[in-house]
Structures are given as C-alpha cells and as structure tokens.
C-alpha cells in the first residue's frame, strides 16, 4: 500500500539519511487505505524501542501524506532465510532463535504501550512475517511495518468478514474473526522461527484455503523432522505457542520471549548476529560500504552524476518525480527531504536531487579513506564533527592533509587515529578494533547456601555474595538460583558502565504437601 525513498534530511544537524514512506497515489484516493496510513503514522510515533523502526516524523505534502523513517542497511528475515537456502543451507539454530528472541523485545514493548491517559492502547501487530522483521549489519533486529497493526483506539475498522496478513502467518482466531491480543503476534513470530530453521514455511501447500484449514486444524509439523540438530527444548517452546487454542499458548510474547532465551542457556549477542549476517551476504556489505562513502560526500551535481553513471533500470513501481517545494510539518514547521533512491534495493534505485546548481570551478585535489571497525555500526567523527555515517564506510573527497578520525558504538570503548592524505600515497585504510566496556555485577542470595550459575557457569559464592567485575557492558546475562527445599529462580540482568550492579535474588520456601 505504500513506496519508500531513500533520502537525505536537510534539516537534521548533521543531515542523516532518512526513509520516506508515502501511501500509494492510487490508494491515497480509497479513505480506507488513508485512514489505515494515518493509523500507521500516529502507533508508529509512539514507538521508541532499539527492536523497532525509529519514526523520526509525520509529515503532510501536496503529494500526500508520509512517514519519515530511520534509514536501516542489512536484510530482512526473509532474504536471510532465502540466501540460506540459496547455499544449500541451515540456518544455526542459535542464530535464528536469537534473532526472533530480539523482534519479541520489540513486540512485547509494543504490547505494553500506554497512552497519554495511562491506559494500555493495546496494540497488536497482526502481520510478522519475515519480510517485517530487519536486521543490520551490525545485528540489530528491528520489527517493521505497523500498517495493518490492531490498536484499540485506531481510527480505520476492520470491515467484517475481512482478515488482514499473510495467510501462512495468521493465527487461528485471526481467521475465524474471533477478539485478538497479543497472543497472535506470539504464533506468528513461532512460525517464522520454525521458517528460518527449516527453510521453508510451516504451512507450505498449494492454495491459501488449504493452508488456512490447516491452521485452523492444528496441523503443525514438527522442525525436528526437517533438522535433529533443534533441541528439543526449543521444538517445545514453538509448540505451545502454536498452539490453536490461544489459552494453550504462552500468555504473552514477554513469557514466549524468556522461553525461547532458555533454550539457549547462554544469549547470542549483537555482535554475534551481526558477524553471521556479515558472513552470509559478504558481498553486498562490502557494496554497501561503497554506496555509504559515495552518498556520504555527494553534494546535488554528485548526486546527478551518480544517476547517470549507475545504468540501473527503473524498478517496477518506483516514482521518480521530484519534490520542488519543502514540505510541511503539521505545525507549521518546514523540513526538506532530499531523494536519493527510488527504492531501498542496494544498486537498484534511480538517484535524483534537488535544484540544478550553478556551474563551479574545478575542485581542488581530494583523496579517499575507508574506515571500518570491529565491530561494525561505530559513528564516525572527522576532524571533531559528528557524522553521520557509521562503519563500514569510504570517505570520499576529503581535502589533502591530516585529518583526525574517531569512532564511537553504544556499549564500546571510543578510539581516535591520525590519517595522512597525500597525492602519492594510495588511499588508506583504517581499521579500529572497539573493545566493549566492562561493569561490575555484586550479587547477593538467600539463603546463603544456595547454588548460583551465570549463563550455565557455576559462580563462587561466600556468605551468600558474589562480585563479578568483567562482564560486557550491553549484554544480558541470565543468573539461576537454586537449593534444596526452595522453588529455583532466574533473573535476565545487565552491567552498566557507570556504577556497580546490585542484584538481590531471595528464593522462596517449598510449601510441604498437606
């Protein structure tokens, strides 16, 4: 229902690249179609989580209505999965857990949300697909695409007897058109982990009628059937929450979301998800780090010559107009959007920009330095001012001279480097290597005798306490309690950087059978 644009924002200090995401013009006419956008624009605002896509604004045009969106560089779920099978093969089981373990981070944020009055807006997805599901290169997964989403104050109904998603992800009340909640999203996202991990769809027939008779008949198979390598812990975990009876499932993705993480024992981190993505589409990362260093420093007659040099075809459904007037904010304020791409497909997008400007003197020499980081996503500062470009990235027509790079990444020491530019000297290469920040965690139980494990890993104990002063700021670790005649207890925790960690876990009593 709608087309996307890669864009540069004018008015962000430093400008950033941004995505527009404009109703179809066709279906900008069916109030309908109008109302489910605006619904779109008003539940996606609210939203401000790290596992969903960041709206940045909500902006009203001659050319109708769009979202200003986050720029994110990776590939969605479904590309993964089709890439794997394209090399003939499995996903690790870990990998694809991990990835669905951080979309229901999001999904259950969204689940929770209140609004201005306090009361739940009780908002629910409807359509997790992988297609909606992202992650970047540098293993952030953010859910995608909350047009269709169910929020008990939205202003588009659905009209009776119409089901909105994708048949082979609907839940079986969302068929049957009985009252959803959370619970729908939770099957959904179960049945893309069972796709990632068997490589191909739960319920995989010939029409969508028969798939929907089988989901209404509970005719799930089994994804150890497909691969042994699945524990059975985790075959389990996707059972339930498959589940036809709604009561039978998990009761929210947050429980759904802790019993995936148990499967693992120990969490896959960020920078793990991101190496394997990196691992998988080696290619088009190191495209992308090109494209990056080429938009980073194009100013409007770059940005033309990049149009005519790419020779790309248009992509079917891309519009290329031009927007010649700033467009207005409600409000009254003004931003102005540059477009960059016609499509947010790597190399396929047209490049057009505004204004034609006026013919210049030849540039003075420049030169090139690629700045890569492990890990990846780090922002780059040049010469004191922020970019906004992250690694890996080129920069391009940078003047001759020193110049002084630094780079920052959440959770991750800053580094700093002196990089000569000369005409003799080929364009160099900088490479940063980011080590992660370490907090204290000083932990307490009771009783005093109880047995403690990190992550799987025995922890001393004296006097009922502990202090672990190396564990990775940003991760979460998850601590069992355990002793004989008290009921065990987990707890997922983080470090912080800035101050020590307390944690205080006190076990309760069995009650003896009357």
Not at 21 to 37: G, Q, T, V
Not at 134 to 148: A, E, N, Q, R, S
Not at 265 to 283: D, I, K
Not at 427 to 434: E, K, N, Q, S
Request: glycine fraction near 8%; include cysteine.
């Amino acid at each position: 229902m709608a087309e996307v644009y890669l864009a540069r924002d004018l008015g962000a200090s430093p400008p950033r690249l941004c995505v527009l995401k404009r109703i179809l013009p066709e279906l900008a006419k069916n109030p309908d179609y109008l109302k489910m956008f605006h619904d779109e624009c008003r539940i996606a605002s609210l939203m401000t989580h790290p596992n969903v896509v960041r709206v940045f604004d909500t902006v009203r045009s001659p050319q109708g209505p769009f979202l200003v969106m986050e720029y994110l560089a990776g590939q969605d779920l479904h590309d993964v999965g089709a890439r794997a099978r394209r090399n003939g093969l499995f996903i690790p089981w870990d990998f694809a857990a991990g990835l669905v373990i951080e979309a229901a981070e999001g999904i259950a944020y969204a689940h929770q949300l209140k609004g201005a009055d306090g009361q739940p807006l009780q908002i629910v997805h409807r359509d997790l697909t992988p297609s909606n599901v992202f992650v970047t290169w540098d293993g952030l997964v953010k859910v995608l695409d909350f047009g269709i989403a169910h929020a008990q104050h939205r202003m588009s109904k659905t009209q009776q007897g119409l089901v909105k998603g994708k048949a082979q992800y609907l839940a079986p009340e969302q068929i049957t058109g009985k009252a959803l909640d959370g619970r729908v999203d939770q099957f959904a996202l179960a049945v893309v982990l069972y796709q990632l991990l068997a490589g191909k769809p739960m319920f995989d027939l010939d029409n969508e009628l028969a798939c929907l008779h089988a989901i209404l008949e509970g005719k799930r198979p089994s994804v150890r059937e497909v691969r042994q390598d699945v524990p059975e812990a985790l075959e389990q975990v996707m059972a339930r929450a498959t589940r036809v009876n709604p009561d039978e499932r998990f009761p929210s993705v947050k429980v759904f979301r802790d019993a995936l993480g148990a499967c693992l024992g120990a969490e896959v981190t960020r920078v793990a998800l991101g190496a394997r993505l990196r691992e998988l589409f080696a290619s088009e990362f190191e495209s992308h780090a090109q494209l990056m260093g080429k938009l980073a420093s194009a100013g409007t007659d770059e940005l033309r010559r990049l149009y005519e040099g790419a020779r790309h075809p248009e992509p079917s459904g891309a519009r290329t107009e031009l927007m010649s007037e700033p467009h207005r904010a409600p409000g009254g304020s003004s931003r102005r959007y540059v477009l960059l791409g016609g499509a947010l497909v790597l190399g396929a997008g047209l490049l057009v920009a505004l204004g034609a400007g006026a013919k210049k003197a030849p540039p003075p020499p420049t030169g090139s330095i690629t700045v890569r980081s492990d890990p990846p996503g780090a922002t780059v500062v040049l010469d004191g001012k922020p970019t906004t470009w992250s690694t890996p990235v080129v920069l391009d027509h940078l003047a001759l001279g020193d110049h002084r790079l630094s780079l920052s990444l959440a959770d991750r020491k800053s580094a700093e480097q002196q990089v000569s530019l000369t005409l003799e000297a080929p364009a160099p290469t900088v490479h940063f290597v980011l080590p992660p920040l370490i907090g204290t965690l000083r932990l307490r139980v009771h009783p005093v005798t109880a047995r403690v494990t990190i992550d799987g890993k025995p922890l001393p104990i004296a006097d009922g306490q502990a202090k672990l002063e190396d564990l990775v700021v940003g991760e979460r670790y998850l601590v069992r309690a355990e002793a004989p005649g008290f009921s065990a207890r987990e707890v997922v925790t983080r470090v912080s950087a800035d101050e020590v960690t307390e944690l205080e876990l006190e076990l309760t009593p069995v009650q003896p059978p009357r």
